[in-house]
């Protein structure tokens, strides 16, 4: 069983219904149950055999991470009890969330315009690969494919390597993070209209939206982001650069930077130099200055040059891998890190929220539940009588 700290936090009025599975989805409703919402984790029966997408993981840290502080019942929508069983719970919630193939909602009769007539008010979330509709509808979606398809390995890499996929799920979280933020737009637009309606957020147009300044470029200028490596597109020097004993990070590209870099290594020659001289004629001799620069800075440790940057106000820093991520003094100080526990494993530790707000801060009430955790004890707050949750288990229902 989940442990449970009971706090309020600033989401707590609302309830809602999470139908999702794998990564966007929940990262979308993780938004809402750290901050203080009812989130009601919905899975099939575990006779039905069909997982969440993990399997035998859900002990292990994503799992753990995604899925904290939710509730979660078991409920087969393939049977017709099941759905009015959801039915009955939409009639008391705020927000159904959903990533099904966008067909299988409809076949289900679980769909935006079916729940409506339960609920007016029903903000209803879907998420998807491709869209709603369109050409690609019935084109499974995958953070893999989408990183492809939306252009992001295109520009990630080194030409020489070939296209390169980012090594996080970055479509995945983008939709999800957009799906939470057009449900709050919807919720807030719904205290003027009192009416709910459908939010529809897509990875493909998650991974354009969050290439931000890339894509504009081409819909500007017509110009096809190249492979940059680890330089910046077009602030120049921006990368990384080897030290005596590894590798620390620059970001000098803006002019009164790169004079502060040029001045703090000592360097006056590179800022007399003509083709370095300017930020546009910095981006054509790229390779020059980057090769200029790494000649130099393999003359110190990583910490020597932290140090030395870190006095001239030079916008530098190291490469941690993540243990030294979690053991970096700021980090520790802005409580990243947030313990939980957990029933058998114990203490642990999973992500906090990236915001904080004075008053209502986000909490970590509870690990990620037991598949049907909650399943009486939501029944019963919504009407069903013991005999009621009996027979719906020996009907398979849940």
């Known amino acids: 069983m989940s442990q449970v700290t009971e706090k309020k936090g600033p989401l707590a009025a609302y309830k809602v219904l999470d139908l999702t599975r794998v990564r966007a989805g929940p990262t979308a409703m993780r938004q809402f149950a750290d901050w203080g919402a009812d989130v009601i984790k919905i899975e099939t029966p575990e006779h039905l055999e069909q997982s969440d997408g993990w399997g035998g993981l859900r002990d292990g840290a994503d799992f753990q991470n995604l899925h904290r502080n939710k509730r979660s019942i078991t409920l087969n929508l393939k049977d017709s009890r099941g759905r009015e069983v959801l039915q009955k719970l939409v009639t008391e919630a705020d927000v159904v969330a959903e990533n099904f193939r966008p067909d299988v909602k409809f076949r289900l009769g679980v769909d935006y315009e079916s729940l409506k007539k339960v609920n007016p008010r029903i903000v209803y979330a879907s998420i998807s690969g491709f869209g709603q509709d369109g050409p690609y509808v019935k084109r499974p979606g995958f953070d893999h494919i989408i990183q492809g398809m939306g252009g992001m390995m295109s520009m990630n890499g080194y030409p020489e390597n070939g296209p390169t996929r980012v090594g996080i799920a970055v479509s995945d979280m983008a939709a999800g993070l957009y799906c939470a933020l057009g449900v709050m737009t919807a919720l807030l637009e719904r205290e003027r209209s009192g009416e709910g309606q459908w939010v529809q957020v897509s990875l493909l147009q998650s991974m354009l939206a969050l290439q931000d300044f890339q894509a504009a470029r081409w819909l500007f200028h017509q110009e096809i982001p190249d492979q940059p490596g680890n330089d910046h597109p077009t602030s120049i020097p921006t990368g990384v ?69 870190e006095q001239g106000s030079v916008a530098a820093g190291p490469i941690n891998t993540m243990d030294k991520v979690f053991d970096d003094p700021q980090v520790k100080h802005l409580e990243v890190a947030q313990p939980l526990t957990h029933p ?32 009486d004890e939501v029944l019963a707050s919504i009407g069903f009588s013991p005999s009621d949750i009996l027979a719906l288990r020996a009907g398979g229902t849940v």
């Open 241 to 309: 650069y080897p030290t005596a004993d590894g590798y620390i990070t620059i970001a000098a590209g803006e002019q009164a930077m790169f004079k502060r870099l040029c001045d703090t290594m000592q360097a006056s020659d590179l800022w007399e130099t003509p083709e370095f001289s300017t930020e546009a004629s910095r981006s054509i001799h790229r390779k020059a200055l980057n090769a200029e620069l790494s000649n130099r800075t393999r003359a110190r440790t990583s910490a020597a040059w932290l140090e030395i940057f």
């Open 344 to 375: 058998t494993l114990g203490p642990i530790n999973v992500v906090g929220q990236p915001f904080k707000l004075t008053r209502t801060p986000p909490q970590m009430r509870s690990s990620a539940p037991v598949r049907g955790e909650h399943t």
